[in-house]
């Protein structure tokens, strides 16, 4: 790369400008991600967090998917699901959303009445017996309540019984319950779903004309997870795209523009391999620089974001992306430097 | 005998027929001699040091360069060639934009996969031996046109070429310029032992020239240096 980074320091506002259009670029795809995986959690962490392998939901009807807001099971499943030899835990799930009351302050919650094994880890406090509930530690916090405190949900006034670590369902927080007081909360005497654990979901379902997906397949069964989901993942690879696109435009104007350069490197002797190698590297360069201070710079706005709006940054959120926009913006710079390799050594003699 | 051309024809397509740009060239140009080419213009001059730089084939005929003869070779074959065995000079200068007057000289060695070292001091050498020592940090923008074709000339003999090709090196440059660059060009022939051939338009500098041949309508004459001056002074 002699030749590259010599370039890289001669021509410095050029290459800064493409750098920077790629920095500004992975900075928003990382955002991106970052704020598709803070809905991803927001929308579906209470399910996320259940420790079964399987949810079972009605059978939805015709042309319908599954929709924890409305599916419904007899409380009987759960006693007929535990009699199947294939299923090895079920759990009642009870799922509704209502407006919770302490001192009037209210606030919107999930509410989610089941057994406490499938409770989350509690930061203060115990599981809920009858009469009690558990909110998340933001609800608590929200509503100004801790242990001992009481709530009142419609006509029903409740004691908080601990404070569990933070989930959210549907965008907003829970509030969780053994699942008679749930339904008391729901006003039903039926279940949601079930949380199982089971080595063969088509035989229970054979069994109790239910539909039974994976946890992760669950997600799908609250609403707007799906769309919501598949709207940003759209945009990201939009963006990933622009960007390849952005590297292989800039690339192809600055390899013609250097077209004569290249034909008298060629007839001095350079192979096509050796601009090849060159270009490419210069372009490696480049995207590697803008690539990481874009992620950077989208870490650090993370950061100053969180808790505004929901973001959640993984070490696999930040590099996947960003190894994408490596590659496909390496792809395109590929596309418009191989006809360095094809540069007519001959042009370099003559005036013209 | 470091270039050798028999009965060379080189033709281009042109719509229906052929254009005929070298016919029936035979020379012969020796390590240490400097041959100066003029004609005029599209008469063949570039094509016959394309053909001799295995940067265009010879539709019939044969090329060798320092005993070496082109036919037959493969693309990376003559890159080869042209790394190891062939320095050329450009009407431009041809200097890369970036790149230092040290760096222009060191790409050839980085090219060539030479030890930075070795190529370090045969630059300092070279860029001596053209009066460039005290500009080697600086850019060809920065340069004024007779320092950019020494700089080129340096470059061309960085790989210690057999053979040298110049295309109309002055054309660019005042009189003055012009004939510091040409005497070196006769300089560094006579040193490096260089098979030299250089394209020009200007009659000038025959005196300079060990041989001179004319190029008309692709065929190429050899002259007596000492007609050709006689003319030139017509
Ligand atoms: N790549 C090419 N394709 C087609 N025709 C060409 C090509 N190169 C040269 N020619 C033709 O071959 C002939 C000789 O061209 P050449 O460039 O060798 O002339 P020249 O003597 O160097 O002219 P000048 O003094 O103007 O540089 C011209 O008629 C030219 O049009
Ligand atoms: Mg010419």
Same mark, same amino acid.
């Not at chain 1, 499938?118 to 509503?143: D, I, N």
């Not at chain 2, 860029?127 to 340096?154: D, F, N, W, Y």
């Not at chain 2, 338009?201 to 041989?211: E, G, K, T, V």
């Given at each position: 790369?002699? !030749? ?36 991803? $959690? ?23 998917? !599954? ?280 042009? $370099?003699?003559?005036?013209? | 005998? =470091? ?33 100066? +080419? ?12 394309? @053909? ?34 062939? /320095? ?6 041809? #200097?890369?934009? =970036? ?14 996969? %030479? ?9 300092? %050498?070279? #860029? ?7 500009? %080697? ?13 020494? @700089? ?12 040298? #090709?110049?295309?109309?090196?002055? =054309? ?24 030299? @051939? @250089? ?18 309508? /692709?065929?190429?004459? +050899? ?12």
């Amino acid at each position: 790369m002699f !030749i590259a980074f010599r370039d890289l320091r001669y021509a410095t506002g050029r290459f800064a400008l493409v750098g920077s259009v790629i920095t500004l670029m992975s900075l928003l795809v990382v955002l991106l991600s970052g704020l598709t995986a803070g809905l991803s $959690a927001a929308s579906v962490s209470a399910v996320s967090a259940l420790p079964v392998g399987s949810v079972t939901f009605e059978q939805p009807a015709d042309g319908s998917e !599954i929709d924890f807001a409305t599916s419904s099971l007899p409380v009987d499943t759960v006693a007929r699901a535990r009699a199947l030899p294939e299923v090895t835990s079920v759990h009642p799930l009870g799922i509704s959303t209502g407006r919770v009351t302490k001192d009037g302050r209210t606030s919107a919650a999930t509410f989610i009445g089941t057994d406490t094994a499938l409770l989350p880890e509690f930061r203060s406090g115990t599981a809920p017996g009858p009469g009690e509930v558990a909110p998340t530690a933001g609800l608590a916090a929200e509503l100004g309540v801790t242990t001992g405190d009481r709530l009142t949900v419609g006509a029903l006034a409740l004691t908080v019984s601990g404070v569990t670590l933070d989930t959210s369902f549907s965008h907003l927080p829970v509030l969780y319950t053994g699942i008679a007081d749930w339904q008391q909360l729901a006003h039903t005497s039926t279940i949601t779903a079930l949380g199982v654990d089971t080595s063969d979901r088509a035989a229970v379902d054979q069994a109790l004309g239910t539909r039974t997906t994976s946890r992760e397949d669950a997600f799908a069964g609250v609403g707007g997870y799906t769309s919501e989901q598949n709207s940003l993942d759209a945009m990201r690879w939009l963006l990933i795209g622009i960007s390849a696109l952005v590297v292989g435009s800039f690339f192809t104007v600055w390899t013609i523009q250097r077209r004569h350069d290249l034909a008298v490197v060629r007839a001095i002797g350079g192979t096509p391999g050796y601009l090849l190698r060159d270009a490419l590297g210069q372009a490696a360069i480049v995207l590697l620089v803008g690539a990481a201070l874009g992620a950077v710079a989208a870490i650090g706005l993370g950061a100053l974001a969180d808790g505004v709006v929901p973001f959640a940054l993984t070490v696999g959120a930040v590099a996947q992306p960003l190894l994408i926009m490596f590659g496909l913006g390496l792809v395109g710079a590929a596309v418009a430097v191989r006809t360095v390799a094809t540069v007519d050594p001959l042009t $370099a003699l003559g005036a013209s | 005998m =470091s270039l050798n051309l028999h009965s060379v024809r080189v033709t281009f397509p042109d719509g229906d027929h052929r254009i005929t740009a070298l016919d029936d060239v035979t020379v012969t140009v020796r390590a240490g001699e400097m041959m100066l +080419v003029t004609g005029p213009s599209g008469s063949g001059k570039s094509t016959l040091l394309a @053909v001799a730089g295995a940067l265009t084939e010879a539709g019939s005929g044969t090329v060798s360069v320092a005993g070496t003869p082109l036919a037959g070779l493969g693309r990376s074959q003559r890159d080869r060639l042209r790394r190891t065995r062939i /320095g050329f000079v450009f009407q431009q200068a041809n #200097l890369l934009p =970036s790149l230092t007057v040290t760096d222009q000289l060191l790409l050839i060695g980085h090219i060539n996969g %030479e030890r930075p070292a070795a190529s370090r001091d045969r630059a300092r %050498e070279l #860029l001596a031996r053209v009066g460039l020592t005290a500009k %080697e940090g600086r850019r060809p923008h920065q340069l004024s046109g007779g320092e950019r074709q020494r @700089v080129g000339i340096a470059r061309a003999l960085m790989g210690r070429p057999a053979l040298l #090709l110049v295309d109309e090196p002055t =054309s660019a440059l005042d009189h003055e310029r012009g004939l510091q660059v040409m005497t070196m060009l006769a300089e560094v022939t006579a040193e490096q032992r260089t098979a030299t @051939v @250089v394209v020009t338009h200007d009659l000038q500098y025959l005196p300079l020239a060990d041989r001179v041949a004319r190029m008309q309508d /692709g065929r190429l004459t +050899v002259e007596d240096p000492s007609r050709a001056v006689g003319r030139a002074q017509m």
